[in-house]
T-cell receptor, first 109, second 114 residues
Framework: GENVEQHPSTLSVQEGDSAVIKCTYS??????FPWYKQELGKRPQLIID?????GEKKDQRIAVTLNKTAKHFSLHITETQPEDSAVYFC????????FGPGTRLSVLP | GAGVSQSPSNKVTEKGKDVELRCDPI?????LYWYRQSLGQGLEFLIY????????KSGLPSDRFSAERTGGSVSTLTIQRTQQEDSAVYLC????????????FGQGTRLTVV
């Protein structure tokens, strides 16, 4: 089945700094790449997604970039705030949703 | 309904007992997914239903796990002869169609096997 690698597994940044999380996939049979945020004790929720016909999508402080040739996509969070602290999962949306192992982001005040 | 609903929210069971977890997806969503999340871990795929097609059971960890989806709507995940390693949060998600659209998650069922 499809495998999604995600790096780093943990990330600590100072408030106001940027954070970047990268995912790599192996199967090209998908045109949909979402990112989910899971706060402690809560369900995962979609924060941004991208389809393979575009290379970048931005929504306020968050952006996602996609490199189809290299088969990787990245989440960028700028001007990080303490409420950005959570676990972030990338996903590969082919016939199924396969999630990366997650990145625990800590934003230090 | 307004969102994906799972029941029960919490379930404590004795080792060896069978349990049933229920998922009620968003109305009209044809795709339904079950995941397992152990404490501090990622989302482990279990099973996926799409419309009337045969489900993708490739993620079920053993033959003690099974799931069905009746009438293309409500799904039940059954774990037979529960073991302590089955303790986890079981999350259900649904989407309008397979793969290429947002998946919405339920709040999960926290299963504790004692």
């Amino acid at each position: 089945g499809e495998n999604v690698e995600q790096h780093p597994s943990t990330l600590s940044v100072q408030e106001g700094d940027s954070a970047v999380i990268k995912c790599t996939y192996s199967d090209s049979a998908s045109n949909y790449f979402p990112w989910y945020k899971q706060e402690l004790g809560k369900r995962p929720q979609l924060i941004i997604d991208i389809r393979s016909n575009v290379g970048e999508k931005k929504d306020q402080r968050i952006a996602v970039t996609l490199n189809k040739t290299a088969k990787h996509f990245s989440l960028h969070i700028t001007e990080t705030q303490p409420e950005d602290s959570a676990v972030y999962f990338c996903a590969w949306g082919g016939q199924n949703f396969v999630f990366g192992p997650g990145t625990r982001l800590s934003v230090l005040p | 309904g307004a969102g994906v609903s799972q029941s029960p929210s919490n379930k404590v069971t004795e080792k060896g007992k069978d349990v049933e977890l229920r998922c009620d997806p968003i109305s009209g969503h044809t795709a339904l997914y079950w995941y397992r999340q152990s404490l501090g871990q990622g989302l482990e795929f279990l099973i996926y239903f799409q419309g009337n097609s045969a489900p993708d059971k490739s993620g079920l960890p053993s033959d003690r796990f099974s799931a069905e989806r009746t009438g293309g709507s409500v799904s039940t995940l059954t774990i037979q002869r529960t073991q302590q390693e089955d303790s986890a949060v079981y999350l259900c998600a649904s989407s309008r169609r397979q793969g290429g659209t947002e998946a919405f998650f339920g709040q999960g069922t926290r299963l504790t096997v004692v």
